[in-house]
């Protein structure tokens, strides 16, 4: 997030607003509650002019902008959209800056990492509901807010949902060691000390080899609930 002194300027054109705790959020263009004034919604920029870029992906650059006091991410163009700033960073870049030993830092699943589980999995029930496959869940696709919400980023498309929840026990077992997979490889997390025994064997359970086997988001949500 740009720390400097900022201006703002307006943006013509149509907006559509994307929010939500915990999920993917909801946008719907028959509804108005989605669609916003563009006259409101200001840009920052730094001390030269030039906007606030908070990054670029596959869909073009995203900018910082102000809207009611709130901030918001967006698009520069006639049409916008518009989603929550999650001040945090991603998922992945936050376990990568953890101290050497996980358990002693911000994170470890009895830390944080439980509730953002939590939090993944409730969106992924919102998405799979709606018959929507991620298919790109992984801990670079996962925000976090000020208040460590865990927002589901980059919706894509896929074939099955079992893919998903495989992903969701990768990123269990990122939570739980502080660690990324090399080559494919995932060490068994140390019970107690990284998390219970009941955690890791729900972890376990999303990354069956039989696709079949594995939990559904609605099952995960109910395993996670129970152990808070």
Not at 65 to 84: H, I, N, P, S
Not at 91 to 112: A, I, K, V
Not at 131 to 148: A, C, G, Q, W
Request: aromatic residues 8%.
């Amino acid at each position: 997030m740009y720390s400097g002194s900022q201006t703002f300027s307006t943006l013509p054109g149509r907006a559509l607003r994307q929010t939500g705790s915990g999920s993917t959020g909801r946008s719907t263009t028959d509804n108005n509650q989605w669609h916003i004034d563009p006259s409101t919604l200001a840009v920052c920029r730094k001390e030269d002019g030039s906007p606030v870029k908070l990054g670029r992906g596959g869909f073009g650059s995203v900018f910082k902008a102000m809207q009611d006091g709130r901030t918001w991410c967006c698009q520069k163009a006639e049409v916008m959209l518009v989603t929550e700033f999650c001040e945090r960073g991603d998922l992945y870049h936050t376990l990568e800056n953890q101290p050497e030993e996980h358990c002693d830092g911000q994170f470890s699943w009895y830390r944080r990492g439980q509730g953002i589980a939590l939090d993944v999995a409730r969106g992924l029930f919102s998405l799979h509901s709606r018959r929507i496959v991620h298919f790109d869940i992984k801990s670079p696709n996962i925000l976090l807010t000020r208040e460590y919400l865990a927002k589901i980023a980059d919706v894509g498309t896929s074939v099955t949902v079992a893919a998903d929840i495989w992903s969701f026990g990768v990123i269990m077992w990122e939570l739980m060691t502080g660690e990324q997979p090399s080559r494919g490889r995932y060490r068994s997390p140390r019970v107690p000390q990284e998390a219970p025994a009941s955690a890791v064997a729900l972890m376990q359970a999303c990354m069956a080899e039989d696709a079949f086997l594995r939990p559904t988001a609605g099952d995960i949500i109910q395993e996670l609930e129970q152990d808070e």
